[in-house]
């Protein structure tokens, strides 16, 4: 799948993709996930950024989305449903790379050093050199696809953070605010950004069923012989 016809990601769906491929790593034993072990690492607290709170609908819709993308499927497995990913076929990437894309989804943007330490279950890389020329790979310069970003660098910084594009490009002004704002203020931009983009999308899908049935109605009326009124006993 070339990223020039990738759709954008909801903020829900990153985060199931990326719960997907962690627990794959982390937990095989369970792996596919059921649909209660999917919402519990979507709203895991701890090595989440942001943390997030998710209904069962909310993670069954997402998995509807990606399922149409054929990034994830279900199976039924002991009467119990489960779920798996297919991120790396459907983008076509190396387990190194599905691993750094997978810490920036869960854990938003961070230096190479960072994605180094998080991504240890996951890949072990040798040192930061290693984990920094899987990125610039993934930037896309060589290969004409790009799934991470380069943020510019916060002043008094000794490295760059990365971004990962599963929910699209970020615009210019948005860049600038992320290398500038520190801490839980950078993840909130970010997210409000992602969010805003989701809220699109399902009012898009809301309004393509409105058509859809006020067209059912208008054949169904068009479609319904005249009633003509009997006078002759009058």
Known sequence: ???ALFPMLSLTEVRVLGVLVEKQYTVPDTYPLTLNTLVSGCNQKSNRSPVMSVSQTDVLEAIENLK???LVSESCGGRVVRY????ERELKLP???IALLTMLMLRGPQT???LRIHCERLHKFADISSVEAFLEELTGESKGRSWVIKLPRKPGSRENRWMHLLSGVPEKDQLNQLSVMVGTNTVAIY???DALKSEVIR???EVAELRKAVDFLL????NQPAVHEDHSNK
């Open 203 to 205: 009012l898009q899908a």
């Open 1 to 3: 799948m070339n990223n």
């Open 191 to 193: 997210n409000e950004f």
């Open 68 to 70: 149409q993308m054929s």
């Open 84 to 87: 798996a990913h297919h991120i």
């Open 219 to 222: 054949t169904q009326q068009t």
């Open 112 to 114: 190479g050093g960072e």
């Open 95 to 97: 387990r190194q790379s």
